[in-house]
């Protein structure tokens, strides 16, 4: 718990949004807006092959027909979102073979951001693949990683280097077609990681990544593939700020986790987009689509989250039980303050036999903010002896906030076996005053009581991460109470 | 100077007078015992004095080593030496007693400014403390108060005040819901921090607690008011003749 502690301390110091400051590094931006040249000069700039573009030309046509289709079921309330007024393309000038001809501006960035790049790789032995803004500065553990077979890579690069992999499996999950949002980061997508295990190895290092929007009005569109092949383990780690700033910002990212045969794939992530100060303006618009695929036999992916930023998240990581045997689960931390809207939940999809999937969902809302559980559990009519827990907790702090839980379930199997459990409830004022009594602050003890109602989740986040989570969930919700 | 003057202290709940001109006071190493009748403020009395909302106090002073204890938060008033051992300890899931015992003890060592408690030296106080108190370790693992039986809730409460060391812990019918073996560990726990230093404000229904811990002094708390004091005898005589006399004197 000393890290609570040490968020109360850091929580005093910290007025505004802490990662609110913008690096000043020229860019080399697209025209504003989106067309078909836009796509191109995207394609161009990475230099990718034929087949990369139209891949990409293809997506863009079909968004087109989509015009009319931007999702609108979800909770969330915002103005209509003009994509002719985003630029849909920015990158450093500088092209970076080591780190140590990293921008020092940009290292500066990180250091804020408590990320000292090449430190943390060597301290805590993680590979970070640092994505600034939309193409990727710097590699590390790059050679260890090679040795044992293991692709990390910008999927820029991996278009080039292995072009097989990234044909057989782009798209393959989160087709074109997919969704609106889906489809238009198929088609101006600009950059992100893709990562390879070979048959039978057990990563031996967490992978990671840190996003960051940096270039006014750029939206983001980040495309990561991970593929997980026969017997093989990997555990991903995806971390996001950004900067402040009043104009909202669009976040479009896709993310496709490929499990083969008896392969595991740990996917987890700290969102903290900029959510707008505290009267909604400004912020993150978040529309991800993450999917993993167990596809092989014994396949498993679990995916974890702590969402606490964004103005707006509107995210589904999801999983497809193809294989026999596959295991799908999903944590959630999701919390609201202020004017932020979350919508986010996920979709498990039984396919196979002897498939089993957990759900366990933890929403906070504080100050004016909503919060949506969304969750389909789908049983197939293969899916014999199939089973789903789901566990969905709500935490309200204040009496403005709201709280919403949508389970969908569907099952077309009578051997399966579903289980939902919700429960909603708030931060009693008994148990506020039981710790003010031991002499903790309200911040403490709003903290404590949330990393409590959270721990199930946060629990299953690396160590690091969870320290980090710990911390980001109190400063989430400074000033929510009293 | 007395360790905690309580002064005229009149406090209404939702617009009812529920206090009417409490006067008390503590001297260093006391042991006060406060008995009554339901009804009559006791409860009120350690809710006001430990800073609980809801409570509006109308007149009168609350004063820890001469300091106006009524201009302080409740957390203030915790860290300054204020400890309320709950009728009611709340569950907190989640939250293990251990992490919780370790952000409250770090809250008072800020407070006071020193350095926090690193985790070995926090296990080992906790240890000792716990071995002291004849409890199993391994509660401190569990998520405070959640699934804690009656006699559990209070020892986790002692277990809190033994490691805070406050300067006047109150204990709000500490004895309600216990067993005489779980009374007798936590009279143990009590009377082990009984201190030249330390005061205690023992809030009870029943005299029966009084034969563990065995105050100094003993007042009656009717209609709002302190009705009587003495020493130990009178809860003796309040066991037996009851608070009739008392109520009816007030009324």
Known sequence: MAANQETAAAVKNVEQYKYGFVTDIESDMAPKGLSEDIVRFISAKKGEPEWMLEWRLKAYRYWLTLADEEPTWAKLIYPKIDYQASYYYAAPKQKLASMDEVDPKLLETYKKLGIPLAEQAILAGVAVDAVFDSVSVATTYKKKLEEMGVIFKPISEAVHSHPELVKKYLGSVVPYTDNFYATLNCAVFTDGSFVYIPKGLRCPMELSTYFRINEKNTGQFERTLIVADEGSYVSYLEGCTAPQRDENQLHAAVVELIALDDAEIKYSTVQNWYPGDADGRGGIYNFVTKRGACRGKNSKIMWTQVETGSAITWKYPSCILQGDNSVGEFYSVAITNNRQQADTGTKMIHLGANTRSKIISKGISAGHADNTYRGLVRIGAKADKSRNYTQCDSLLIGDKCGAHTVPYIESRNPSAVTEHEATTSKISDDQLFYCLQRGMTQEEAVSLIVNGFCKEVLQTLPMEFAVEAQKLVSISLEGSVG | MALLEIKNLHASVAGKEILKGVTLALEPGEVHAIMGPNGTGKSTLSNVIAGREGYEVTK????????????????????????????????????????????????????????????????????????????????????????????????????????????????????????????????????????????????????????????????????????????????????????????????
Do not use: C, W
């Not at chain 2, 569950?91 to 770090?106: D, M, Q, R």
């Not at chain 2, 809250?107 to 716990?130: H, N, P, Q, S, Y």
């Not at chain 2, 082990?192 to 607690?209: E, G, K, M, N």
């Open chain 2, 60 to 251: 009168g002073q609350v004063l820890l080593d001469g300091e106006d204890v009524l201009a302080m938060a409740a957390d203030e008033r915790a860290r300054a030496g204020i400890f309320l051992a709950f009728q009611y300890p709340v569950e907190i899931p989640g939250v293990t007693t251990s992490a919780f015992l370790k952000t409250a003890l770090n809250a008072k060592r800020r407070a006071a400014g020193e350095k926090e408690i690193d985790a070995m030296e926090f296990m080992k106080l906790v240890k000792k403390k716990t071995e002291a108190l004849g409890m199993p370790y391994d509660m401190i693992k569990r998520a405070l108060n959640v699934g804690f039986s009656g006699g559990e809730k209070k020892r986790a409460e002692v277990l809190q005040m033994t490691m805070l060391e406050p300067r006047v812990a109150i204990l709000d019918e500490t004895d309600s819901g216990l067993d005489i073996d779980a009374l007798r560990v936590v009279s143990d726990g009590v009377n082990s921090l009984r201190a030249p230093d330390r005061a205690f404000l023992v809030i009870t229904h029943y005299q029966r607690l009084l034969d563990y811990i065995v105050p100094d002094h003993v007042h009656v708390l009717a209609n709002g008011r302190i009705a009587a004091s003495g020493g130990k005898e009178l809860a003796l005589e309040l066991e037996a003749e009851g608070y009739a006399k008392y109520l009816n004197a007030a009324a």
